[in-house]
């Protein structure tokens, strides 16, 4: 099926390739242009004519930049501070590896840790679903078995 708009700018002369980009320009501001009242009801109602009146008409301005480099003598005091600090701490750490890893923990300990049988970890190491019952020293006291409620 043949579009109904023939869109072929390959086919146009330079002649009529600046007067579709001159049309299209002319379209374009007339556009904005309708849209001003209601660019002028939103500025009117944000309140721009009063910075206009104290950033532009009053200077305000110059108390802004005046502002504005006081936060970046801020941001660069405390960026340089950082910066130091990394500093410090790549020329004091740089030969220490301390992300190695744990090693690994053994059945033994944990069921010394916990103070359950071997048996019984094992079993529960086996188990998907558990309950595990703890005193108010933190001990295990009781455990059950919850796979047959899973299913």
Same mark, same amino acid.
């Given at each position: 099926? &043949?579009? =109904?708009?023939?869109?072929?700018?390959?086919?146009?002369?330079?002649?009529?390739?600046?007067?579709?980009?001159?049309?299209?320009?002319?379209? +374009?501001?007339? +556009?904005?242009?309708?849209?001003?009242?209601?660019?002028?009801?939103?500025? +009117?109602?944000?309140?721009?004519?009063?910075?206009?009146?104290?950033?532009?008409?009053?200077?305000?301005?110059?108390?802004?930049?005046?502002?504005?480099?006081?936060?970046?003598?801020?941001?660069? =005091?405390?960026?340089?501070?950082?910066?130091?600090?990394?500093?410090?701490?790549?020329? &004091?750490? &740089?030969?220490?590896? &301390?992300?190695?890893?744990l090693p690994p923990v053994k059945n033994e300990q944990l069921s010394a840790f916990f103070g359950i049988e071997k048996d019984n970890l094992h079993n529960?190491?086996?188990?998907?679903?558990?309950?595990?019952?703890?005193?108010q020293d933190g001990q295990i006291t009781e455990t059950r078995n919850n796979d047959a409620l899973a299913k």
């Amino acid at each position: 099926m &043949r579009p =109904l708009i023939i869109d072929s700018p390959n086919l146009q002369s330079l002649k009529q390739k600046y007067l579709s980009t001159l049309l299209t320009f002319v379209f +374009w501001v007339i +556009w904005l242009y309708l849209w001003m009242p209601l660019i002028t009801l939103i500025g +009117w109602w944000t309140g721009i004519d009063l910075f206009y009146v104290h950033m532009i008409k009053l200077n305000g301005n110059q108390l802004l930049y005046q502002d504005l480099f006081f936060f970046l003598k801020g941001i660069s =005091l405390l960026g340089s501070t950082l910066a130091i600090w990394a500093l410090y701490n790549y020329f &004091r750490f &740089r030969k220490v590896d &301390r992300r190695t890893a744990l090693p690994p923990v053994k059945n033994e300990q944990l069921s010394a840790f916990f103070g359950i049988e071997k048996d019984n970890l094992h079993n529960l190491q086996d188990t998907k679903y558990i309950s595990v019952y703890f005193d108010q020293d933190g001990q295990i006291t009781e455990t059950r078995n919850n796979d047959a409620l899973a299913k």
